[in-house]
Nanobody, 128 residues
């Protein structure tokens, strides 16, 4: 059974940075695309970033505007999200997810329905 465990969330002032980690256990996920999503209270789950299996291809939600970087370390079976210049509107629970489909070398998905495995989430709160 594959499990994803996020960490690295917290309470920070606007303009600060956080690095989220998503550690996988039970199975290597190095062959699969992965992504980050977030959900704020009263809002739908929102796409943040995705990365293909090799790390060569990444994609971000429009609101990111160069502030976040998604990357992965196969040796550690871990996915990361480096978040800089945080804003109060970034406040949400952040989830990592694994997409077990394979559709070519550069495949990734921006839709939650494509992802089969989800972590429990980590809270990010940005104060103004």
């Amino acid at each position: 059974q594959v499990q994803l465990v996020e960490s690295g969330g917290g309470l920070v002032p606007a303009g600060d940075s956080l690095r989220l980690s998503c550690a996988a256990s039970g199975r290597t996920l190095s062959s699969f695309a992965m992504g980050w999503f977030r959900q704020a209270p009263g809002k739908e789950r929102e796409f943040v970033a995705a990365i293909n299996w090799s790390g060569e291809t990444t994609h971000y939600g429009d609101f990111v505007k160069g502030r976040f970087t998604i990357f992965r370390e196969h040796a550690k079976n871990t996915l990361y999200l480096q978040m800089n210049s945080l804003k109060p509107e970034d406040t949400a629970i952040y989830y990592c997810a694994a997409d077990l489909h394979y559709d070519g070398r550069y495949y990734y998905s921006t839709t939650p329905d494509s992802y089969a495995i989800w972590g429990q989430g980590t809270q990010v709160t940005v104060s103004s």
